[in-house]
């Protein structure tokens, strides 16, 4: 064997080792779709890189999707709800890892005890399997060595937002009050106001307020964990209110009685409301012909007693700007599809 033969072998080799495998559970609301509007709206988001609609297409007819253990080459190819995709990746042949861009920390309340931030979207709230990736809780630890002196940084972590969700995160910077936030916390003291844009094929039909009371069960870990209501999950309780009406959405406000794991998201899934770009629960992934970016929810407003005083704080995050955008595309436009 030449020299020159002998490199692209061990190239090749190299590539073929180097597979990453991501699997999704079709939902109700994605039934239908055709297999490359799928993968559009979810692959870049779970393979973390930025892929055009022509590799997902060449993917699929290279035989590397897989619909219930079984390739399929078709893009057109109409999914049914519970399926199971199944993508091969080999990293040689797909374009670099996305690294987010830079956030800057956005203090919403600070005192000695408690720091609140405005939590963007697409940044993950602790770290995660990634070390290059950017975290919230990195940021603000950073954050404070830079603004607040070199002693040392401690954050009292007791809420995430999932990287979509944007919005009010909060956390205790002493031992005083990182105890007295649990306590708060695990007692139901604190109060979480949500808003989110909504799908609804009859708007007008939907009540001005509801409650959802469905016990949910997570079925998988980590990012590809997935949430369903069912009879033997646990107890979930989350009320709801609209607040805006358009031709084919609605925004909503959200409180959730509990924590449970995606609880807003399924919640308004089992209800038949799936949120924005929330392909994972069945949400449309485009408004008036443009790309829904993300999860439409974003954490409003956090109301909790302070740990010392015991004064109530409502501490409030702006609506960021493409939920703002979103919306104002879902009220002038033709409505959400598929």
């Not at 797909?94 to 979207?121: G, N, T």
């Not at 007295?180 to 979480?192: S, T």
């Not at 939907?206 to 209501?229: D, H, I, K, Y």
């Amino acid at each position: 064997m030449s020299p020159v033969s002998h490199r692209r072998d061990r190239r090749v080799l190299t590539e073929t080792d180097r597979v990453t495998r991501l699997t999704l559970r079709v939902g109700g609301g994605a039934a239908g779709q055709r297999l490359d509007a799928v993968l559009n709206a979810w692959l870049p988001g779970a393979a973390g890189r930025a892929l055009s609609r022509s590799l997902v297409r060449r993917l699929i007819v290279a035989g590397a999707v897989r619909v219930d253990g079984r390739a399929c080459r078709l893009p057109a190819t109409a999914v049914r709800a519970g399926a199971q995709l199944g993508v091969e990746l080999r990293s040689g042949r797909l374009p670099p890892a996305q690294r987010p861009e830079p956030h800057a920390v956005v203090v919403l309340y600070e005192d000695e005890h408690l720091l609140a931030v405005d939590k963007p979207p697409g940044l993950p709230t602790v770290a995660t399997a990634d070390p290059g990736r950017s975290h919230l809780v990195g940021l603000t630890t950073a954050w404070l060595r830079q603004h607040r002196g070199p002693a040392p940084v401690t954050l009292g972590v007791h809420q995430r937002l999932d990287r979509d969700t944007s919005g009010v995160v909060l956390f205790a910077r002493t031992p005083l009050g990182n105890r007295a936030l649990a306590r708060a916390f695990a007692d139901g003291l604190v109060e979480k106001d949500y808003v989110a844009l909504v799908a609804a094929e009859q708007p007008g039909a939907v009540p001005p307020a509801w409650e959802e009371a469905a016990a949910l069960e997570v079925s998988g870990r980590g990012r590809r964990g997935r949430v369903r209501a069912s009879e033997g999950g646990v107890p979930a309780r989350t009320t709801f209110r609209v607040e805006a009406r358009f031709k084919q959405g609605l925004r909503v406000a959200a409180r959730p009685q509990t924590g449970r794991k995606h609880q807003v998201r399924a919640h308004l899934a089992a209800r038949g409301l799936p949120i924005l770009g929330d392909v994972v629960y069945g949400g449309p992934d485009h408004v008036s012909g443009e790309t829904v970016p993300r999860v439409m929810l974003h954490a409003r407003r956090l109301t909790v007693p302070h740990p010392v005083t015991g004064d109530v704080l409502h501490i409030d995050a702006p609506l960021p700007a493409d939920f703002a955008a979103c919306e104002a595309r879902l009220r002038r436009g033709r409505g959400p599809r598929p």
